[in-house]
């Protein structure tokens, strides 16, 4: 009924359409690897053009740097300070994770290990508060902002975004914590365990799956929120690496070189990162968005 | 325990004072600024429904949404319908499943404003990449950014930044799927396109239904993409992008806060009409 090919006979569950025709096979994999060269070819061609003059990257964008021209580099920390920046996103992005973590964390634990009244309601209304959009809260939150004189600060970011970030990593987090077996509990508090104690020596360090995906899609979804930063830390002193690139695009918009420069600088930290670990990023971004 | 109250009380508190400081609050006071008239944070005066009259003759707003509208369509079928394709093919071969799942889902990972950038460039008239290909094969160079193309040409890259997204999550749903689902298909002599259809995307039906309300849910959000490459302009302004300019640029509060009022209810409805569309029984393996 079914001709076999025998190279593929062996893995019998796996492959399970289009067995029968090469053809099938040869045009299913033509199909994906056209998708990959959508993705693959506009990086290499960034990263080429980003070691040409501008000059060059228009007088044909095709041509291989040989020899590669640094001047956009320089050029990217010295004019634009780019470094500036790739601290401020850092030092802001880490410390939204963090609070968001420890947050996010004590919240989790009691309302996955603790039987009170109220507790449905809670976590009614944390799944209701991912249905409010940042574009709801953002004049208010400016207001605030303003008032405690924080815009253009640190903090300015830090705290909407970890706000923004907490009923979506608590849910995550609780929704772990809550299949961690009872027994572990008991027997840590005939240990004599007070709940503190058993929040930081059982559930963080059986939890540290979900604290690992939920820090990556937090810290992503930081690194890369453009509309907060363009609004609450819009400062040379202050403003992440998302927001500079927004301002380079309508200052330096003729720089060509420049601009692929920073796209390259901007995207290829996170990229062998994501090379790196890239199973925990998989499942940290859609773990996080299905609930988010 | 004894003494659990107080914990309770204790661990929760930090959660519910930043987020009612940061959401909750906030999202009370849009909707109050939406019955006011505003100059800056100060003059405020109270105008009833007058703001909400005013959307409803707001001939931006009207385009907004329709554009908005546009990209949505383009998200559900391109997006969507790429992502399941590519997740059945994937699904169906044998080597190479890693090499796909990496090089598909890391768009993902780049900030809309780097892909922003990466695609003024490749729009770019005189030597992009787009242009330069087709002058390769022998014509003229297009426009890319014009009048009438501005909105699709938006709606690429927010197209192929997050089709590796949903491919990962199709692609995890079909790992689900029993394989004795698939050998009795197999006894039955169903194979190819057809079990694909009557097998496979009946089975994960719902995971379709949970992307379907994502994407519509994300396209209400784009921003990045129109504020880096047309700033609105040419027929590109959408319901994130006009709002950021009526509150944040012109400083109007209150109208703005209505907008943004009406971009929650105008996704809470689209996402209540695709559940109901869609509305079916939850398959169980």
């Known amino acids: ?292 | 325990m004894k003494g659990d109250k107080n914990y309770i009380l204790a661990f929760l508190l930090p959660a519910f004072l930043l987020l009612g400081t940061f959401v909750y609050y906030p999202f009370l006071k849009s909707f109050y600024l939406s019955f006011f008239r505003t100059n800056g944070f100060f003059n405020k005066k109270f105008v009833g429904l007058d703001n909400y009259e005013r959307l409803f003759s707001d001939d931006l707003l009207g385009a907004a949404t329709l554009h908005t509208l546009e990209i949505m369509l383009y998200v559900l079928i391109f997006q969507v319908g790429i992502a399941l394709v590519l997740a059945v093919m994937v699904d169906s071969i044998s080597k190479g499943k890693q090499f796909f799942r990496t090089v598909f889902f890391f768009p993902i990972v780049i900030s809309g404003a780097a892909i922003s950038l990466l695609f003024v460039l490749i729009y770019n008239y005189q030597f992009g990449l787009l242009n330069g290909i087709i002058a390769k094969l022998g014509f003229e160079p297009i426009l890319w950014m014009s009048e009438t193309g501005s909105l699709k040409a938006v709606a690429v890259p927010t197209v192929w930044h997050y089709v590796g997204f949903y491919f990962v999550l199709f692609l995890t749903a079909m790992s689900k799927i029993p394989s004795d689902f698939y050998e009795a298909a197999k006894l039955e002599g169903i194979g190819g396109i057809k079990k694909t259809t009557m097998l496979t995307i009946p089975l994960i039906l719902s995971d379709i239904k949970v992307v379907m309300i994502l994407a519509i849910t994300g396209t209400l959000k784009i921003f990045d993409f129109v504020f880096i490459l047309t700033r609105g302009g040419n027929g590109t302004e959408l319901l994130g992008t006009y709002m950021y300019k009526k509150a944040l640029v012109d400083q109007n509060f209150g109208y703005g806060s209505t907008i943004a009022i009406y971009i929650v209810i105008f996704g809470v409805v689209l996402s209540l009409i695709t559940n109901r569309l869609l509305k079916r029984e939850e398959v169980t393996y």
């Open chain 1, 1 to 292: 009924m079914q001709q076999v090919n025998p190279a593929n006979a062996v893995p019998v569950t796996r492959g399970r359409s289009g067995k029968r025709f090469p053809f099938g096979m040869a045009f299913v994999y033509l199909c994906l690897s056209l998708w990959a060269l959508t993705t693959i070819y506009p990086l290499i061609w960034i990263i080429n053009n980003s070691f040409k003059s501008s000059d060059e990257v228009m007088d044909n964008s095709f041509k291989l740097a040989i020899p590669p021209d640094k001047l956009n580099y320089t050029n990217a920390f010295e004019s634009i300070s780019i470094g500036r920046a790739y601290a401020n996103s850092l030092i802001m992005s880490v410390s939204v994770v963090l609070l968001v973590l420890i947050v996010a964390g004590l919240a989790a634990y009691i309302l996955s290990r603790f039987k009170f009244r109220g507790r449905n309601l809670i976590n009614s209304l944390l799944v209701a508060t991912l249905l409010i959009p940042t574009f709801a809260t953002v004049v208010p939150v400016y207001e605030l902002l303003i008032k405690w004189k924080v815009v253009n600060t640190y903090f300015g970011l830090i705290l909407p975004q970890t706000a923004g970030n907490l009923s979506f990593a608590i849910l995550v987090i609780a929704g772990y914590l809550a299949t961690i077996p009872k027994e572990l509990e008991e027997a840590a508090f005939i240990d004599g365990c007070n709940r503190f104690n058993m929040f930081t020596k059982i559930f963080l360090p059986v939890g540290r799956p979900v604290f690992a995906s939920t820090s990556i899609f937090v810290f992503l979804w930081s690194y890369n929120d453009l509309f907060s930063a363009i609004i609450f830390v819009n400062k040379d002193s202050v403003r992440p690496i998302v927001a500079l690139l927004a301002q380079i695009s309508s200052q330096y918009g003729t720089d060509f070189g420049l601009m692929a420069a920073a796209v390259v600088l901007t995207v290829i930290p996170v990229l062998i990162v994501y090379l790196f670990i890239q199973k925990y990023i998989e499942k940290g971004m859609t773990e996080g968005a299905i609930k988010g």
